[in-house]
């Protein structure tokens, strides 16, 4: 008998997974993590629906004065040609988003806090809801702020904010990050709270096969999205960049195959762990596999973020290597990925914000 199977058929019958459980389904063979897929298939089926929702991804500026050791547009890395959009560009960008029906777009961007920046987003924000008249979601991505700036931009228009936590296990986080006020896990952790307490659909989430990073500390990351009550993630491989201080740490990786896998299982073992929240098909999946975005749909995600950035400021906006999409244009992805959502077997929720379920129930709890 196949004691293996019937393992994970114990633990996939489970109401609660433990850490112990999440982890082994985190190390499970083929056959088990197969097992895994139907049962995290039939869940968002049950609870989301097979529809993906789009988010108009707009990546308006690479200039950001934080020096994460991942990241390919840090502050030290002087090798990039540093870009902004002006307003013009962004909103005809959003109009786009908006005529061909993504029902919300993101606004994605290096973290900056000085006021010119906050003032400009907060002015983008109205033009956004003037143009769409209030229809399109807005996503932001822009770091941490303080207290007032998330306020503002939430009375301007801004309903949904994406911070990732990059990893729950403070250890790990300092290796990552410098040790400084710019880079404190405290503060990041804060920023989350207080998106939730503004009543912004909060989002975050964790690269995955990094450096020094263990299954468990994997483990307790799914469970940190769980404990924090969090509306939407997004997390994906992380994909060593040349010109990053964390390169050198580059023969301590799993292979790219084994991050992507291990990336499937994580978006799968998240929507047993959170049913009805919004789980995003993170692009980097697809910088491994041409096909990791649908992959991932099939196992539970329900959010795609097409690329909408203007091609010729696409190359300058590379956080990690082999990004995907930077020779094509927004028409290209959108004809593109619509083909391939539908033989992944989903809907594409045009013309719908696609709001986290799990945000309403979360909100009326509180009240
Ligand atoms: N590999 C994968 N993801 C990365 N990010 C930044 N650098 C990399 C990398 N090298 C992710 C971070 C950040 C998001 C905007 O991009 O998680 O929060
Ligand atoms: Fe800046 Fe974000 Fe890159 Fe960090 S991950 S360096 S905050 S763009
Ligand atoms: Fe961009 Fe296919 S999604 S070209």
Redesign the pocket.
């Known amino acids: 008998m196949d004691t293996s199977v019937n393992n994970i058929s114990n633990i996939l019958a489970k109401a609660d997974l433990t850490k112990q459980d999440i982890v082994s389904l985190l190390k499970s063979n083929v056959e088990d993590r197969n097992e895994l897929y139907r049962k995290s298939a039939l869940i968002k089926e049950e609870f989301v629906g097979k529809y993906t929702y789009y988010r108009g991804l707009i990546e308006f500026s690479n200039i950001c004065a934080k020096n ?1 050791y ?3 547009i840090r502050l030290d890395n002087k090798n990039t040609s540093r870009y902004e959009l002006d307003e013009k560009t962004i909103l005809s960008a959003v109009q786009f988003a908006y005529e061909n029906n993504y029902g919300s777009v993101v606004l ?1 961007g290096g973290e900056r806090e000085d006021k010119v920046f906050v003032e400009k987003i907060d002015s983008l924000l109205k033009k956004i809801k003037k143009l769409s008249n209030g229809e399109l979601g807005v996503t932001l ?1 822009l770091g941490e702020q303080t207290k007032d700036v998330y306020n503002r931009w939430r009375e301007s228009g801004a309903h949904r904010y ?3 936590i ?1 990893s729950s296990n403070i250890d790990l986080y300092y290796k990552l990050h410098p040790n400084n006020k710019k880079h404190n896990f405290e503060r990041r952790l804060e920023a989350l709270q207080t998106l939730q307490t503004l009543e912004y659909q909060t989002g975050t ?3 995955i096969g990094l450096p020094f990073q263990t299954y468990e500390d994997l483990a307790n990351d799914l469970l940190f999205f769980r404990d924090f009550d969090i509306d939407m993630v997004g997390m ?6 040349a010109e ?1 201080p ?1 390169f050198q740490h580059k023969e301590k990786l799993l292979p790219l195959t084994e991050r992507f896998n291990l990336s499937l299982k994580m978006i799968a073992i998240l929507r047993l762990l959170m049913k009805d929240i919004n789980i995003a098909a ?1 692009t ?1 999946l697809q910088a491994i596999d041409p096909i990791g975005r649908e992959k991932a749909l099939k196992v539970g995600a329900n959010i795609i973020m097409p690329n909408i950035t203007p091609t010729i400021n696409r190359k300058n906006y590379l ?3 082999n990004k995907p999409c930077i020779d094509e244009g927004a028409d290209d992805c959108t004809n593109c990925l619509e083909a391939r959502i539908n033989i992944a077997g989903d809907t594409i929720g045009y013309g719908k914000k696609g709001d986290s379920k799990h945000y309403y129930k979360r909100i009326s709890k509180k009240k």
């Open positions: 994460c991942y990241c390919g994605q991505s994406l911070l990732r990059e989430g964790v690269m994906g491989p992380y994909i060593e960049h990053t964390l993170a980097a956080l990690y290597e």
